[in-house]
């Protein structure tokens, strides 16, 4: 049990949660920051085992794929432009996750990506059409 500890140290807290589940890793989609409900359990499973043991520590690190993160990335970017033309009034401190609680139809995405193209790539005054 204590070379266990000392190999696995999440493996062995997993065997003290009740479904056994592993502790180790938190994984989120790529490019954004939302905490999937299957690793929002696993996440509160580990608090509660932490907050029980006050002597245990735990360090956290993080760690990124370059490719597929960079790819989520501007997918997540792109979602947030086009959310933020739903109300472009707003100030320009919002917090994203305000812009992540916003659904949008598939007609108001066509409709709000159109918007946030135009914004992006706004033509000079003097271009021809």
């Known amino acids: 049990m204590i070379s266990k500890a000392i190999t696995s140290p999440f493996a062995l807290l997993g065997s003290v949660f009740e479904g056994g589940e592993e502790l180790s890793e938190i994984s989120f989609a790529p490019g954004f920051a939302e905490i999937e409900a299957d690793s929002a359990a696993r996440l509160k499973a580990l608090a509660g085992i932490l907050a029980d043991r006050p002597s245990l520590k735990l360090e956290?690190?993080?760690?990124?794929?370059?490719?597929?993160?960079?790819?989520?990335?501007?997918?997540?970017?792109?979602?947030?432009?086009?959310?933020?033309?739903?109300?472009?009034?707003?100030?320009?401190?919002?917090?994203?996750?305000?812009?992540?609680?916003?659904?949008?139809?598939?007609?108001?995405?066509?409709?709000?990506?159109?918007?946030?193209?135009?914004?992006?790539?706004?033509?000079?005054?003097?271009?021809?059409?």
């Open 60 to 129: 956290i690190s993080g760690h990124i794929d370059p490719e597929t993160d960079y790819e989520g990335l501007k997918q997540a970017m792109l979602q947030r432009k086009v959310k933020a033309q739903r109300s472009p009034k707003k100030p320009k401190g919002i917090a994203s996750g305000t812009l992540a609680n916003i659904t949008l139809t598939p007609k108001e995405y066509s409709k709000y990506l159109e918007i946030a193209y135009k914004r992006i790539f706004e033509k000079p005054k003097n271009a021809v059409d």
